[in-house]
Structures are given as structure tokens and as C-alpha cells.
């Protein structure tokens, strides 16, 4: 088969010849139509997280398709199935985080011992087959293509699991941190909730594309926010801690600021002044909340509500894809289809 392999450490990727997966028992084989590329594959990719593990090197974790053959055992999905992957396919069950006998989400990823996890452990979606556990996909709801469901399998299912453990009340006003490839999907899920929803960018270019994509506000900053009234919820959906402290500037009493995000060079902090602790404001950590709420973000987008907006690549041109896409030229999520 062919797939988009990482020779070394800030190497182009290429696409290759390799050997197709197989399918062991609980598993599936899917047979790849689109996988979408996170900013996480790119700073895989250049060593900014570890590289992949596996041998060789093939990241992606929304990937999209259909399923073609079954492993021993697998009975919860069919051939021909329409599927989306996750991140994290299964944990190890015998660690002390995995004693707790929590269910399998992003923070299995990041808290058990040895985590299986598609694109860094093991083979990833960005190939044309892909094998992964049965109990980690999710079926696709009719009326979503391929490249579409892509980002919202990682991107989308953040938004959503961000804004779904912030725990927004009727009344409450929800602005979302960032507008790019989470970010332009909260707001549509923040609006198609009913919120009143403030988009906070300091792209002047990205005012008016908020605004459409159903802002009832955008402002620069926290201090602009807070001008405006603040915010019982902020969603940090960018890759700025800078910018997500200033963003407190703007929070409301009893607000809860939720990073949805990773930052990889910079700090969250609060402020010793601020007397945080008396305005019983929150700080919450989101990540892949829970496949439920995978395919509540998937039946959003299926019934019309939300829609990504992707730019999308074929694969012999994957390499164009990761470049414009760590530029920050995608607007807003690159999608490659196998």
C-alpha cells in the first residue's frame, strides 16, 4: 500500500510503498478515503513530541473510511461499515491510572503507562489501509462524507468535549479563544446550542469570518472582553497560553476558562493580584471527552448545524499539505484523501 511516511525528524514526507497492515483479533481494517492533519502530527513529526514509534513512520489520527476485513473476535463492526478512527485505541489495563477503571478517553492517552495510540505508537491513518481496535471507532452518521468527518475526529471532538465539560448554563455567554482549526468549530457548536458566543482573535482578517460563522461578537483580547462584559466561559481553542492568560482579563464570576489545548513552550498562569480564588472561577482541562461525545460533535455536522471548513489534498500532494498547514496557510484544516 502506499502511505505518507516521515523518513527522520523534520524530513519532508513521502509517500511510499509499504506493507499493509493486518488486522489482529478485536480489530478492524479500514480501508483509508481521508485523514486529516493536526497541528499534534506536525509537531510529532518534528520532534517537538516523540516521534512515532512505530517502524516506520506514519502519523494521523482523523482518519476516515470504510471497513474492509475483520480481526479474530471483532463483532461490534461489519464489513463495509462507514468509520471514523480515534486517538487513542486502547490502554495497557494494568497500570495504576488504568486500575482506576476509568473510561478510554484522551486522558487514557496522556496518564496510562503505555498507551496505544494511533500515529505515535502505532501505524497512523495517513496511508490507504489502517489498522485499529474495533472499540475505538466510531460509525460515521449518513450525510457526512469522507472529508468532511476527518477534522472533526480530533478537532471537532475537542471543540465539543471542551465546551460540553464547561457546563454552560441557558444564560451564560461562551467566547472561543483562537479561530482556527478547533476554534471555527466551537463557535458553530456554541451557536448551534443556542449560546450567545464571542469569538476572540487578534486577526483583523478573521473578524468578519467569525462574524459568519455565527460570533454575535469578536473582539482582540481579554481587555476587549471584558469591555464587552466578559464571559461566563472561555474555550481556549489556540495554541497560546500568553494569550489564554490574558483572556482572563475578560472572564466573569464564576466563569471556568477550559484549555482545550497544548502549548508547548509557554505557561499558563494566573496572576497573584487576581483574586481568582474569590470570584470561584475555575481553570478545566479538555481533551477527547468520551466517544459519546465524538458522535454527538459527528451528528452536528451530519444534520447541517456545523460544517469545517477544509481545504483538501490528494495524497501525492501530502507534503504540500504539512507545509501550508505548519505555515498556518490552511483555512482551516487540511485534509488528504487516499
Known sequence: MKAAVIPAINAQWEIQEVAPPRPGPGEVLIKVHACGICHNDIWVAQGVFPFPACE??????????????LGPGTTTRQVGDRVGTTWVQAACGRCSYCRRNLPLTGQSGMTCAAPVMTGLTVQGGHAEYLCVAAASTVLLPDGIDYATA???????YTAWSALRVSEPQPHERIAVLGIGGLGHMAVQYSRACGFETV???RSSDKHELSASLGADLVVRDGEELREAGGADVVLVTGTSYEAATDA??????GGRIVLA???????????????????????????????????????????GAVTPMIEVFPMDRVADAVDKAAKGDVRFRAVVTY
Open 199 to 201: 469569538a476572540i482573535t
Open 56 to 69: 516506520p513512520a506514519i502519523t494521523g489520527h482523523e482518519a476516515a473510511g470504510e471497513i474492509v476485513e
Open 248 to 253: 482572563l482579563q475578560g472572564l466573569r464570576v
Open 150 to 156: 476527518a477534522p472533526v475526529l480530533c478537532a471537532g
Open 261 to 303: 489545548t497544548i502549548d508547548p513552550s509557554g505557561s499558563f498562569t494566573i496572576d497573584p493580584a487576581t483574586p481568582f480564588w474569590a470570584r470561584g472561577q475555575r481553570v478545566l482541562g479538555a481533551t477527547h471527552n468520551g466517544l459519546r461525545y465524538l458522535t454527538e460533535a459527528l451528528d452536528l455536522v451530519a444534520e
